[in-house]
Structure formats: C-alpha cells, structure tokens
C-alpha cells in the first residue's frame, strides 16, 4: 500500500483497529500518550459483554502486535499538529522522555532501591507508585518509566547501580517526530467527567464518595487493595453502597448527553459487592435504567444475583456523618413522591464520558460541540472517540474504521 495507516490512541478500539489494518497489508504507525497501551480496559474488572478480565482481549492482541512487523508502536506520543489532505497527510507527533531505554527487562530491582514516590494516575490517585515504576502488571511495552520529578534525594544514582542492564536514560530529550501517512484512525478514547465539578455530591470532601473507575481499580486483582472492595476512610468492606447515576451526564451544566454505559456499570459492580458478601447491598439512584439490546438480559442476571435496590430518583445532596464517615444521600423517590434519606457505607458516581481530547486543541483536528471526533476526507473516528460505546461496540467500529482507512489508501 501506498503509505501508512497513523492510528491515534492505543487502547482496545486502537489496538483493533493497527491490527486489523497490519493483517490485510497495511503499514500501520500506532501512538499513544500513556507509558502502554491498553487504555480504559487495562483499568477494568471486568468487561462487557462476557465480564471477561482485561487479560482476555488485550493479551492476544498484543501478541498480533509483536508478531506483525507491520506495527510500529510509539508511546508516550502525542500529535502536535495535522496537515494536508486525503491520502496525504503530515503529522508533527510530540514524544516524551521515559528515561528508560530498550536495554529494560522490567526485573524490578530499581524500584527496590527507590525511595521517591508519585500519585498513580492508573490507580485515580487511591496509591502511590515509586519514582520508578512498571505502568501496570500487563504493560506493553513492558518497560519502566521515570518520573523524574518525585525523585528522591540519591535515588537516581541508586536506581542507576542496580540496573544490571543500563537501562536508565537521564538525559532523554523530548522529541519531535513527523509522519506521512494516507490515512488517520482516531481512537483517543474517553476520560471520565471531572467529579469535582458536582458540588453537591461531595467528590473529593468526602472520603467515602468515589467514582465509578476507583471501583473499577478497588475490585481488580492488581489494584491497590488486591482486589478487596475497601473503603477509602478505614479500609472496611462497605455493606451498604450507594449508586448515583447520571453523574455529570444528562445535564445542561456538565455533559448533555447520555454515556450509554454508566447503567451497565453500577450493575456490573453491584455484582462484584455480590461476589465479595451476597448480604452487600447495592441502591442504585437512577433517572432511566438503560441496558440496550442484549444488556437486557444482564439486567435480569444482576437482579437475580445480587442485591439491588432501584430508586427512581435524581440525588439531590450527599453529606457524611462525621464520627462514622458513613453518608446520607438526600433524593426524591418519584415513584413514591417522598424525600428520602439512605445511610450508606460508600458511594460510587457513575460519571459520565468525555472524550479524552474535550478541551484540547488539535490543529488540523474537526470535532463536535462536546469533543467528540468529526469523520471527515481521511480521518476516521472510532471507539468513544466517535460516541459513548461499549468495548464490543468500539471493536466494531474500529474494525470498520480499519477498512475505510485501508479503502482510502488503495484509492488514493
């Protein structure tokens, strides 16, 4: 084929996309601006539609990657600016420094000798990580990475000594790459909202008011607890949890739209409550339960197997109980046309979906009103790039953002 294929992100719709197009031929350049690929879903417990862990899809996809020359793999990239036109485009493409080089086996032993430690944005801020760090247990490349910054006095000249391989990198530079492709994939992905601009539901003054992807880190194997749903206050299982539904979504003030997914989710993790006490209870606080085509019978899985309370109704205030660091959700139970109140453990904001660029000015780059990405000539949006989908969903429209960019080239 005439010219490359430029994917832009490399989470699972990113991921699908590079090796659908590398396997019919094409030249494929895959960038992503964290230290790995993997995305959201490497942040997951489960993931629909099979509540399969991240290690189902995304290991078999990095084996396509490895084995397929066609794939170049850029991380810690992000694009700069884009020019030209259909079948020729140019790409300025910023890299950062890692600090570690390709001598890395990922052993371990300068983490032992790192004294510095830096918040992991991985984890939403619920550990710390060392200075030094491998992304998570799956990373790809599996490679560690230097935060310079939250370095500790010495800490460089003994990560240094205990890498047998000289690995570590110091005077790594920023650089600038550019590219000439024919065709642009863009699979950016989503970020959740801000949850610090819903004053009312306490996120960030409360210790107990978490988002639903801190749930998401609680529950996993390889997340800070190991698993263990642990609230933040006094690392106690929440028998009482509360779900608040359309948090920032659905709303004239935050997002406007609905994030398709939130509903599927808050069921999702009332059954990891489940699988840890079958006595948990799980009051999900909702405006519309939303579980399109094929979810529908998960709902009914969910109902049956965990313990679900429904309350049709818009929360209107969360407040803690100072001494137990319990909190009182306040909301209207339409169905009934009463104020209530529910004393709970722990609360998860189902946020909504945000397009990881939403606010980000990308030369050369269309989007919508709320950030979405605009398909137009060349470039092709796909995943929650394009809309609020589920993993099954962005697959598939990644695949078919493969073809059109495949179709592209050969015509062009």
Not at 177 to 194: C, H, N, R, S
Request: net charge neutral; glycine share 8%.
């Amino acid at each position: 084929m005439k010219k490359p294929i430029l994917v832009v992100g490399g989470g699972i719709s990113g991921i699908t996309a590079a090796v659908e197009a590398a396997e019919v031929g094409a030249e494929v350049i895959l960038i992503e601006k964290e230290p790995s690929l993997g995305g959201r879903v490497a942040q997951l417990r489960y993931y629909f539609p099979k509540l399969c862990p991240p290690s189902c899809g995304l290991e078999i996809n990095y084996r396509r990657i490895k084995t397929n020359p066609r794939i170049k793999v850029y991380t810690m990239t992000e694009i700069a600016e884009i020019s030209g036109e259909k079948g020729n485009y140019k790409v300025k493409a910023v890299v950062k420094p890692r600090y570690v080089n390709d001598n890395c086996t990922a052993c371990g032993e300068c983490e032992k000798v790192c004294e510095g430690e830096r918040v992991s944005e991985f984890d939403f801020g619920l550990r710390k990580t060392k200075a030094i760090y491998l992304p998570h247990p799956m990373a790809f490349p599996m490679k560690y990475v230097l935060d310079k910054s939250a370095l500790a006095p010495g800490d460089l000249e003994r990560i240094m000594s205990a890498c047998k391989y000289n690995a570590i990198d110091p005077d790594m530079k920023e650089e600038t790459l550019e590219f000439e492709v024919g065709a642009i994939i863009w699979a950016t992905g989503w970020k959740p909202y801000d949850a610090t601009k819903l004053d009312n539901l306490g996120y960030g003054k409360y210790a107990n008011v978490i988002t639903n992807m801190q749930m998401e880190r609680l529950a996993s194997p390889w997340g800070p607890t190991g698993g263990k749903i642990l609230r933040p206050s006094d690392q106690s299982f929440p028998k009482r949890v509360a779900f608040v539904q359309c948090a920032g979504s659905r709303d004239e003030n935050h997002l406007p739209y609905c994030s398709y997914i939130c509903c599927l989710a808050s069921l999702k993790q009332s059954l990891y409550l489940a699988e840890q006490d079958p006595e948990a209870e799980a009051l999900i606080f909702y405006i519309d339960i939303r579980t399109p085509g094929r979810y529908e019978k998960f709902l009914r899985r969910a109902q049956n197997e965990a313990r679900i309370n429904f309350i049709k109704g818009k929360v209107a205030k969360i407040e803690e109980d100072p001494e137990t660091k319990d909190l009182i959700v306040t909301a209207e139970d339409i169905l009934s046309g009463k104020k209530i109140h529910e004393k709970v453990n722990l609360v998860v904001l189902a946020l909504g979906m945000q397009p990881s660029i939403a606010g980000i000015n990308i030369k050369g780059l269309e989007v919508d009103e709320n950030g979405f990405v605009i398909s137009e000539n060349g470039i092709i949006a796909c995943g929650c790039a394009k809309m609020p989908l589920d993993v099954m969903t962005s697959n598939e429209t990644a695949t078919g953002a493969a073809l059109k960019a495949v179709q592209t080239i050969l015509r062009g």
